[in-house]
């Protein structure tokens, strides 16, 4: 008599289908990581810019260098206030844009030492260091208009900046935090623990 085999047939595993890639969100391409998206850089139009890797001493240095040299360039030409003034414009905006997001207070501070001391070589005063200065005070009070609207701009882009900056940072808060229903007491691990009578 012969007796059933007690044997269990090893069957032949069978290898998976591959995992397919997880599809891209809505308005990103496969492929795009977060080159865009670094973490000192404020959403909107400030993701085109540059990166601001700049300190508050460095963009400060970087725009006082820039208006001594426009100033030196302007007084060699033909000494206008006005083409000085546009591009203390341009350097204000500069400065705000590229100072790093734990310094920008310090741009529309190092703005107005940036624009006194490019006036510098605009001023022709005769009499040595005290006619200099003279001179200098008198250009800065009659081209204030330039000096305040520079340092405004500054001050806005610095401050748009910064609410772009916590809006981010409390956006990404919110998505790291869990949202979890409110639990009824009918649910509660203690409710489940005590015995139905």
């Known amino acids: 008599m012969e007796q ?10 069978r290898r998976g289908s591959p995992v397919p890639r997880p599809a891209a969100p809505v308005g990103q391409r496969r492929g795009d990581d977060d080159r865009g998206t670094r973490p000192g850089r404020a959403p909107g139009a400030f993701t085109r810019l540059p990166a601001a890797r700049l300190t508050g001493l460095g963009s400060g240095l970087l725009t006082t260098l820039s208006m001594l040299t426009i100033g030196a360039l302007d007084s060699l030409v033909g000494c206008s206030p006005r083409v000085y003034g546009v591009f203390f414009l341009l350097a204000s905006a500069a400065c705000a844009l590229w100072v790093r997001p734990a310094e920008l207070m310090t741009a529309p501070v190092s703005v107005p030492i940036a624009y ?29 208009g330039w000096l305040y609207s520079g340092t405004l701009l500054a001050a806005l882009i ?14 990404e808060r919110r998505r790291q935090q869990p949202s979890r229903p409110p639990r009824s007491p009918r649910c509660s691990g203690d409710a489940r623990g005590r015995p139905r009578r």
């Open 4 to 13: 059933p085999s007690t044997r269990i047939p090893q069957r032949k595993v």
């Open 116 to 144: 006194a001391v490019g006036a510098v070589p605009l001023c022709d005063g005769t009499g040595g260091w005290l006619g200099r200065l003279m001179s200098l005070v008198t250009l800065l009070s009659l081209n204030a």
């Open 158 to 171: 610095a401050l748009v900046r910064r609410i772009a900056l916590i809006t981010r940072r409390r956006r």
